[in-house]
C-alpha cells in the first residue's frame, strides 16, 4: 500500500470530484457540483524534454455553470519553484483546451498553506500579465470534524479534513468520529476512504492511532490495510503460540525428572514471550539439577 499523504490529497478528488463543490464552499468561494465528471490526462510534457505533470486533473460540468477544468495540487513545503510551474500549468491547460481552469492546492501545514495562497503577480510591477491565484484548503479553513454525526453528512469531506488535520492536537477525536462514521457505510464507500485515510496521515503518529481503530473492529470492511493489520496479528499469533508450547515443553521436562518447580519459576516460564530464551531454558532443562538453573547465566 502507497503510504504518501502526497497522493491522498489529490487523490481523494479522482474517487470523489463532487468533493470539490464543498471545499470550495469551505473556502468561500462557490461553484456548483457537477453533473459530469472527466479524468483527465495529467502529463502536460510539451514536444521538448520538458516534463511537468499536475497531481490530479478533471473536467467538472454542471447544469448551471460553464465547464471547468480542476487541477489538484498537494504540496508538503514551500517551494519557490512551484508558482511558476503552477502559472503554466493554467495557461498550458486554457490554451490547450479552451476550458477555464482552477488551481486547488491542498496542504497539511499552516505555514505552507498561507504561502501557497498568496497571489502571485507576474509581469512588471507597473502591470502584471498574469496573477496566479490558487484556492488553498488545508489546517487553518478546514473544518475540525470530531462528531460522527458530522461526519456522517459528508464522509468525503471528513476525511480531506482528517488528513488536513493529521498534526491537530485533537487528532484523536477526529479519527474516532471518522471511524465511527465509516462502520455504518457501505464497504464499497468505506474501504477506499479507510485506506485514503492512512495513506494521508503517511508516518504521523496519528498513522498509527488509525490503525489502532482500524484494529477495533474490521468485520466491517476489507481492504489493504485491513489484510495487512489481520497478517500482523496471525504474526503475533503464531509467535505466542510457539512461545506457550515452548514454555508447557519446559515445565514437562522439568515434571519428568522429578524436579521440584516454585510457583516463581513457574510463573517466570509461563510469562515469558521471548521464544529464543525459552529455546534456551528448553535445552537447560534437560541437565539442570534444580528450577532454578535454568537461569543460572542471568
Known amino acids: 500500500m502507497v503510504s504518501s499523504p502526497h497522493e491522498a490529497m489529490h487523490r481523494i478528488f479522482q474517487e470523489y470530484p463532487g468533493l470539490f463543490s464543498r471545499v470550495s464552499e469551505v473556502l468561500g468561494v462557490a461553484f456548483s457540483p457537477p453533473t459530469l465528471v472527466t479524468v483527465m490526462p495529467t502529463d502536460l510534457t510539451e514536444s ?14 454542471s447544469d448551471h455553470e460553464e465547464p471547468l477544468l480542476l487541477a489538484v495540487e498537494s504540496q508538503g513545503k514551500k517551494d519557490s519553484a512551484k508558482p511558476a510551474s503552477w502559472t503554466y500549468y493554467l495557461s498550458y491547460l486554457y490554451a490547450k483546451y479552451k476550458v477555464p ?19 502571485v503577480h507576474i509581469g512588471p510591477k507597473q502591470w502584471a500579465s498574469l496573477t496566479l491565484r490558487p484556492l488553498v484548503a488545508g489546517p487553518h479553513n478546514m473544518p475540525v470534524i470530531k462528531n460522527a454525526v458530522d461526519a456522517r453528512k459528508d464522509l468525503a469531506l471528513a476525511t480531506l479534513s482528517a488528513i488536513t488535520h493529521a498534526d491537530d492536537p485533537d487528532i ?15 464497504e464499497s464507500l468505506a474501504g477506499p476512504l479507510v485506506e485514503l485515510t492512512a495513506q494521508g496521515l503517511g508516518k504521523r ?74 529455546l534456551g531454558w528448553l535445552a537447560r532443562a534437560l541437565t539442570t539439577p534444580s528450577a532454578e538453573g535454568l537461569f543460572s547465566d542471568e
Open 48 to 61: 521538448r524534454p520538458v516534463e511537468r505533470r499536475v497531481d490530479t486533473l478533471l473536467r467538472l460540468e
Open 101 to 119: 481552469p482552477v488551481l486547488l492546492v491542498v496542504c497539511q501545514d499552516r505555514a505552507t498553506a498561507e504561502w501557497a495562497a498568496r497571489p
Open 172 to 186: 484523536d477525536a477526529i479519527l474516532k468520529s471518522l471511524s465511527a462514521a465509516l462502520r455504518e457505510a457501505p
Open 205 to 278: 503518529p496519528a498513522a498509527q492511532q488509525w490503525r489502532n481503530l482500524v484494529a477495533v473492529d474490521l468485520s466491517f470492511y476489507t481492504s489493504p490495510l485491513s489484510e495487512e493489520i489481520r497478517d500482523e496479528g496471525r504474526t503475533e499469533g503464531r509467535v505466542e503460540g510457539r512461545a506457550e508450547s515452548r514454555a508447557e515443553d519446559i515445565l514437562f521436562v522439568l515434571e519428568q525428572r522429578g524436579i521440584d518447580i516454585s510457583e516463581d519459576v513457574r510463573g517466570r516460564i509461563t510469562e515469558c514471550g521471548d521464544t529464543e530464551t525459552l
